[in-house]
């Protein structure tokens, strides 16, 4: 079940992203209605207008793309079939800290016109967004034409020069990008160890580690935890660290789950915020850093034991070449 929470009263109306997806400059601030039902998603949802003045929406919540004609009549309306019976959102009591449950999945992110004139809509087949799928809709009549399910490294999508639909890995293509060096993790974390002491990034000055962003009702959690602790003990504790941050609101919950699985590595409680700070669209996500605390790796999900030898590999070479 997803958690809303405010966004930080600083928060950018509009944040400026480079093509790798970077943000690179703010406009304005947002404004949070004291209202928190006013801020829910029952309306939330990616739009876009061709050059005929119709309109394509897709809700956030609910599997289904709409095109209006300029007068705002509905003209079509398109569903991939992924639940047998869907609900407006359902909120449920705040739990004295502000964030609202909302019990519904998240089913559109994003939606683009092409150049060859077809609808591009990018959602998911799960309830957390974390395997995304791209449908290709054909503007006249809805019909969807295409669907391809991405990978769980594959985050970026895009239009070759014949029109071909293309899938990439974004951070291999940021690797490769001409960015004057490894990008410096940020922001620093500081926050509360599983006995309340604080722990912050620069503990981990010197070592590859590996920072990891989970949650205890997150499944894809439960099966990467193991492959975690493995990954752990291959490694000296001089060359290489994990640190887990904990999405978890409820802190009873988490205890649970550390009990069950008794990681060897730290655990930090993230207290329900850390999407806010980290902008990640899904749990699990994991970022391995060098012995200088820049970004080397970004992983978007769990991917199985070959992401995690393939993981181990880069651990290992950089530990090899520092």
Same mark, same amino acid.
Request: a neutral charge; glycine letters at 10%.
């Given at each position: 079940?997803?958690?809303?929470?405010?966004? =930080? /009263?600083?928060?950018?109306?509009?944040?400026?992203?480079?093509?790798?997806?970077?943000?690179?400059?703010?406009?304005?601030?947002?404004?949070?209605?004291?209202?928190?039902?006013?801020?829910?998603?029952?309306?939330?949802?990616?739009?876009?207008?061709?050059?005929? @003045?119709?309109?394509?929406?897709?809700?956030?919540?609910? #599997?289904?793309? $709409?095109?209006?004609?300029?007068?705002?009549?509905? %003209? !079509?309306?398109?569903?991939?079939?992924?639940?047998?019976?869907?609900? #407006?959102?359902?909120?449920?009591?705040?739990?004295?800290? @502000?964030?609202?449950?909302?019990?519904?999945?998240?089913?559109? $992110?994003?939606?683009?016109?092409?150049?060859?004139?077809?609808?591009? $809509?990018?959602?998911?087949?799960?309830? /957390?967004?974390?395997?995304?799928?791209?449908?290709?809709?054909?503007?006249?009549?809805?019909?969807?034409?295409?669907?391809?399910?991405?990978?769980? %490294?594959?985050?970026?999508?895009?239009?070759?020069?014949?029109?071909?639909?293309?899938?990439? *890995?974004?951070?291999?293509?940021? /690797?490769?990008?001409?960015?004057?060096?490894?990008? =410096?993790?940020?922001?620093?974390?500081?926050? =509360? #160890?599983?006995?309340?002491?604080?722990?912050?990034?620069?503990?981990?000055?010197?070592?590859?580690?590996?920072?990891?962003? !989970?949650?205890? !009702?997150?499944?894809?959690?439960?099966?990467?935890?193991?492959?975690?602790?493995?990954?752990?003990?291959?490694?000296?504790?001089? #060359?290489?660290?994990?640190?887990?941050?904990? *999405?978890?609101?409820?802190?009873?919950?988490?205890?649970?789950?550390?009990?069950?699985?008794?990681?060897?590595?730290?655990?930090?409680?993230?207290?329900?915020?850390?999407?806010?700070?980290?902008?990640?669209?899904?749990?699990?996500?994991?970022?391995?850093?060098?012995?200088?605390?820049?970004?080397?790796?970004?992983?978007?999900?769990?991917?199985?034991?070959?992401?995690?030898?393939?993981?181990?590999?880069?651990?290992?070479?950089?530990? @090899?070449?520092?």
């Amino acid at each position: 079940m997803p958690t809303l929470a405010a966004e =930080p /009263a600083d928060a950018p109306l509009l944040q400026l992203l480079d093509t790798l997806g970077r943000p690179v400059d703010r406009l304005a601030s947002i404004h949070v209605p004291p209202t928190p039902f006013l801020a829910g998603i029952t309306n939330a949802g990616p739009a876009t207008v061709d050059r005929n @003045g119709a309109v394509y929406y897709a809700p956030l919540v609910r #599997d289904e793309i $709409v095109k209006y004609d300029r007068s705002g009549m509905r %003209r !079509w309306v398109a569903r991939r079939g992924l639940y047998p019976k869907e609900t #407006d959102p359902v909120y449920r009591p705040a739990h004295g800290r @502000g964030e609202l449950e909302v019990d519904e999945a998240i089913v559109n $992110v994003a939606l683009v016109l092409g150049p060859d004139g077809r609808l591009y $809509v990018l959602g998911a087949d799960d309830s /957390a967004a974390t395997k995304l799928r791209l449908d290709v809709i054909d503007t006249a009549g809805g019909a969807i034409v295409e669907t391809r399910h991405l990978g769980a %490294r594959e985050t970026a999508v895009a239009l070759d020069a014949h029109g071909r639909l293309t899938t990439f *890995d974004a951070d291999s293509l940021a /690797a490769r990008a001409p960015a004057g060096g490894r990008e =410096p993790f940020l922001p620093a974390f500081a926050l =509360p #160890d599983t006995s309340g002491d604080t722990v912050s990034l620069a503990r981990f000055a010197g070592k590859v580690t590996l920072v990891d962003f !989970w949650a205890s !009702w997150c499944d894809p959690c439960r099966a990467e935890f193991p492959h975690m602790i493995d990954l752990f003990h291959r490694y000296r504790r001089s #060359d290489f660290e994990i640190v887990a941050i904990s *999405d978890d609101v409820d802190r009873a919950q988490m205890l649970a789950f550390l009990r069950q699985y008794r990681p060897p590595f730290p655990v930090l409680a993230g207290g329900g915020r850390m999407k806010q700070v980290y902008h990640y669209r899904g749990l699990p996500y994991s970022i391995l850093l060098d012995r200088k605390g820049r970004v080397v790796a970004r992983i978007f999900g769990f991917g199985g034991p070959s992401e995690f030898q393939e993981l181990s590999s880069t651990i290992a070479k950089e530990i @090899g070449g520092s």
